[in-house]
């Protein structure tokens, strides 16, 4: 697992001229879903679709909503499921939404690094 931050803008997807700020999250390859704060979400437009059940790392579950945003950090941009994430949750951007802007993560440098999107075969090579 590797954690470090990075600055995540949220574009809401139905209306592309409304976005937040620059929000800085830990990048977060333990954490299925990217959270971002609640508030700033609802003010883009960004709307619950349902709520999910969460384990967070101390065992407790919690309840938190889930909506869809558009997502870019380092020059790099996906579609992804995002929870709001309340005051006292941590802001985290997911294995999800990096996996999305194809990128795995450099341990190391604490940086994203493009990667091949993996696909099956095609009918062509496969004999």
Known sequence: ??????????????????????????????????????????????TPRRKRVFEIV??????????????????????DEVVFAGKGDLILLGVRTIEGFSVTVDNIGHRFVARATLATASKRTVL
């Open 1 to 46: 697992m590797s954690i470090f931050k990075v600055n995540v803008i949220a574009i809401n997807p139905k209306d592309e001229q409304l976005s937040t700020p620059a929000i800085e999250a830990l990048v977060d390859t333990g954490s299925e879903l990217s959270w971002l704060p609640e508030e700033l979400l609802k003010e883009i437009g960004i």
């Open 58 to 79: 101390n065992g407790q579950r919690v309840e938190r909503e889930v909506g869809y945003a558009i997502l870019q950090a380092e020059g790099y941009e996906t579609t």
